[in-house]
């Protein structure tokens, strides 16, 4: 919990742990999830702020339109500005900066990436909910999913669902 804000990872990985290989999710695209697995615009439609770092704004822009009825934040120390309107850049130096930018009301808020800034909010304590994708596919390199933390971290496994494609979702509580 960040102020009244909840806080929710969701992310796919490859089984060695990646969320991106090259700066780019091709890889996901390759894999047949089975009907119903998960309802992705059910979960988006229960959102009301998408947070992401840099890297991941700039390969999910390459998607279309990013959306357009949900506040946005990205991250980021090297981006000053983007040209969609309904998207802030900050540059966050403490958690305390993203609860500024966040607000004071209660929202439901998917922090959708990367590794770097998901270690940095589990370090902080401030992440109620972490669903974990993971593929049947190994990549070998990219972004680790966990790249931000410095220690270990202890989770409470709260829900797990196995695929008849090979792919499990894992929920742990934050």
């Known amino acids: 919990?960040?102020?009244?804000?909840?806080?929710?990872?969701?992310?796919?990985?490859?089984?060695d742990g990646f969320l991106a290989k090259d700066d780019n999710v091709d890889w996901l695209n390759a894999l047949d999830m089975p009907e119903g697995a998960f309802d992705y615009q059910a979960f988006v439609s229960t959102i009301d702020v998408v947070v992401m770092g840099r890297k991941s704004y700039e390969v999910t822009k390459g998607f279309g339109e990013l959306y357009p009825t949900k506040k946005v934040v990205v991250l980021s120390r090297s981006l000053p500005t983007v040209p969609e309107?309904?998207?802030?850049?900050?540059?966050?130096?403490?958690?305390?900066?993203?609860?500024d930018a966040l607000g004071p009301d209660k929202q439901r808020v998917w922090i959708q990436g990367g590794g770097d800034v998901f270690g940095q909010l589990l370090e902080a304590d401030v992440v109620d909910d972490i669903m974990i994708f993971i593929q049947p596919v190994a990549i070998g390199r990219g972004q680790s999913m966990f790249s931000g933390l410095k220690g270990e971290l202890y989770l409470e496994l709260t829900e797990h669902v196995l695929h008849t494609n090979g792919s499990m979702m894992l929920r742990y509580k934050g």
């Open 85 to 99: 309107e309904h998207i802030k850049v900050i540059n966050i130096e403490s958690v305390k900066d993203l609860q």
């Open 1 to 15: 919990m960040l102020g009244k804000s909840e806080l929710v990872i969701m992310a796919a990985t490859s089984l």
